[in-house]
């Protein structure tokens, strides 16, 4: 076996074969590490090794037992429950509210008769103290440590064997064994594989802490994704304060599911109804808004997306895009250009999703168009009208799933009529006008009289 050096992306994990100045994966710049090897095994693997057990498939497991924190928002995401033994990333910008939330949740969990216990190798313990007086939680009984040293806190949760440990964060963790600077990619992937190993072996929850990194010096949570059984994210804009926990990865449990929480004085507190909340600064009909009624994991939520077009002094206009694909934009002004003939050339476009929310899903495609022909046109969509519905690359417009449930939270929110592909599956249980399209070329003829 040959020892080429390895080297690593610390943004996305992907192994290079050399140095380079830019990983080609993800396009971080600087962000491409030399790793130590892992230690060499024997030689050759042609010694006897045991027979492992085989089973079969169709033996029946019970469901695994889980706990709930008395946060909905969290439980939600975590597929209903802390499932017990299970290892749990959740990743986010430096100051997005992690300790925060997991600090919460910690005393939530312990309130329940849980032993928990929240290890911080970031703070000392007058300061978690501090924040936990703030935040109300003195009298919960959770058990807190500050350390970093990796095997000692092994040794104690092995003494202690609580129900869950929360360690924040991954990246000051540190094992001796590992000739590396604390937050390298070796010693957070070996800190990080220690835990998960540890919680299966000794039936203790783990949930690690991980800041996303923007720069190379520190391993990023990506490296340690596919580790665990569960990737949550907590996202949010600096200035808004609501903040999104987002299960990207989930062996328990649907991935997708969002919880909503926003950032008070007193710590986070659970958005219960998401879509009052994104579509409260909404006042009078505004050219450039459209309502689009998505679907966030289980989850009908109703979001306001807003364009503003305008004449660009730029050779090359601008495309401004906030909370949603920058490729999905362009893709949508090329249909409407080369479909119904309405071209965007000479004009910038700016595009965002109000409330600091990211929209993934396609079928937020019409709502997009509609903003933006409603921006272009400066004709307000009717301020009681959602929009759905993928567009496809000859104009067609495509029946998404879930109808039944986008028109149901629209109707619960007092808007009276949709906008939707022809053929989408409806009940007709919600009482909303529909108003249903082959192509955009037809939407754009019946709500804006052109195309
Ligand atoms: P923190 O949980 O320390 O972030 P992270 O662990 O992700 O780095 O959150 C820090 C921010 O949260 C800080 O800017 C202050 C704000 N905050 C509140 O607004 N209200 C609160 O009750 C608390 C505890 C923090
Ligand atoms: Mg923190």
């Known amino acids: 076996m040959s020892k080429a050096p390895a080297f690593t992306c610390t943004a996305c994990g992907v192994a290079h074969k050399k140095w380079q100045g830019r990983c080609d994966a993800c396009g971080a710049w600087n962000s491409v590490v030399e790793e130590a090897p892992l230690s060499a095994g024997p030689k050759s693997l042609g010694g006897r090794g045991r027979s492992i057990v085989l ?4 033996t029946e497991e019970a469901p695994p037992p889980r706990a709930s924190s008395g946060i909905d928002e969290l439980d939600r995401v975590l597929g209903g429950g802390l499932v017990a033994a299970s290892a749990i990333l959740v990743g986010g910008d430096p100051g997005i509210g992690k300790s ?6 910690a005393a939530s969990f312990a309130r329940t008769g849980l032993k928990v216990m929240y290890i911080s190798g970031e703070e000392a313990p007058a300061q978690v103290r501090m924040r936990a007086q703030r935040l109300d ?3 919960a009984p959770v058990a807190l440590g500050a350390e970093t040293n990796l095997r000692d806190i092994l040794t104690t949760l092995d003494a202690e064997r609580p129900a869950l440990a929360i360690i924040d964060s991954i990246q000051t963790m540190w094992l001796d064994t590992v000739e590396a600077a604390p937050g390298s990619v070796s010693q957070v992937r070996a800190a990080a594989h220690e835990l ?3 919680a299966k072996k000794r039936g203790v929850a783990v949930i690690l802490v991980g800041h996303v990194t923007k720069d190379g010096q520190i391993a990023g949570p990506r490296v340690v994704e596919h580790m665990v059984d569960t990737v949550l994210y907590f996202e949010g804009e600096r200035g ?3 903040r999104i926990l987002r299960a990207v990865k989930n062996r328990f449990g649907p991935a997708d599911e969002i919880g909503v929480f926003e950032m008070t004085g007193g710590g986070l507190a659970q958005v219960t109804n998401p879509s009052a909340l994104f579509l409260s600064d909404r ?3 505004a050219p450039g808004s459209a309502v689009f009624a998505g679907i966030e994991g289980t989850r009908p939520v109703l979001t306001e997306i807003q364009a503003l077009v305008a ?3 730029l050779g090359t206009p601008r495309r401004t895009v906030v909370g949603l694909d920058s490729g999905r934009l362009s893709t949508i002004l090329a249909v409407l250009e080369a479909r119904c003939g309405i071209p965007f050339t000479g004009m910038d476009v700016f595009l965002n999703v109000a409330g600091g929310l990211r929209v993934n899903e396609p079928a937020a495609d019409l709502a997009v168009a509609g903003a933006l022909l409603s921006a272009r046109e400066d004709v307000a969509i009717p301020p009681d009208m959602v929009l759905f519905g993928e567009i496809s690359l000859s104009g067609a417009l495509r029946p998404v799933g879930q109808t039944e449930n986008r028109l149901k939270e629209a109707s619960k929110l007092g808007f009276q009529q949709a906008t939707l592909p022809t053929r989408s599956k409806t009940a007709g249980g919600s009482g909303m006008k529909l108003r249903e399209m082959a192509d ?5 003829g019946e709500m804006f009289g052109a195309g």
């Open 311 to 313: 004449p660009s002094p």
């Open 55 to 58: 089973t079969d498939l169709a």
């Open 100 to 105: 925060t939330l997991l600090l919460q949740a």
């Open 137 to 139: 939680l003195q009298d």
């Open 196 to 198: 998960v190993t540890f």
């Open 440 to 444: 955009l070329a037809a939407f754009v």
């Open 240 to 242: 808004h304060q609501f």
């Open 283 to 285: 006042d009078r009909p």
